[in-house]
């Protein structure tokens, strides 16, 4: 016994304000859509990060799996995750005119840390 209600089709009605729409405009009408509907996701996306994000960033950066875990998780500690952690080992590698990768072992061994808080305009106070 089958007890589901059937849908009535509305079809027609639901396309009315369609129906004088030539296929490019109805096209164009579809890319505007689609791009309100996916414009939110992009600011979101462009605006915020994850420490899988920032841990993968640093692998490309030449850092091993655990050196990147750890250097996420003093980025976090210290606030600047907003800021990107790949970003916070340049802009220590480029004050100390040293490389990416020496930058980031000393961020590792917690040296620098002042001078990037500093570059970044963030005090001690500041941080989570």
Not at 13 to 37: M, N
């Amino acid at each position: 016994m089958n007890n589901r209600k059937v849908r009535e089709d509305d079809y027609l009605k639901r396309r009315e304000h369609l129906a004088s729409l030539s296929d490019e405009q109805l096209k164009q009408r579809f890319w505007e859509l689609a791009e309100i509907a996916v414009n939110p996701l992009v600011d979101l996306a462009y605006k915020n990060t994850s420490p899988a994000i920032e841990r993968s960033v640093l692998l490309r950066m030449g850092f091993s799996s655990l050196e990147a875990k750890n250097l996420v998780d003093k980025v976090i500690n210290h606030g600047l995750i907003s800021k990107g952690a790949g970003h916070v080992v340049y802009r220590l590698s480029k004050i100390e005119n040293t490389e990416v990768r020496k930058a980031g072992l000393d961020l590792i061994n917690d040296k620098g840390w002042d001078k990037v808080l500093k570059s970044f305009e963030v005090s001690n106070d500041e941080q989570k």
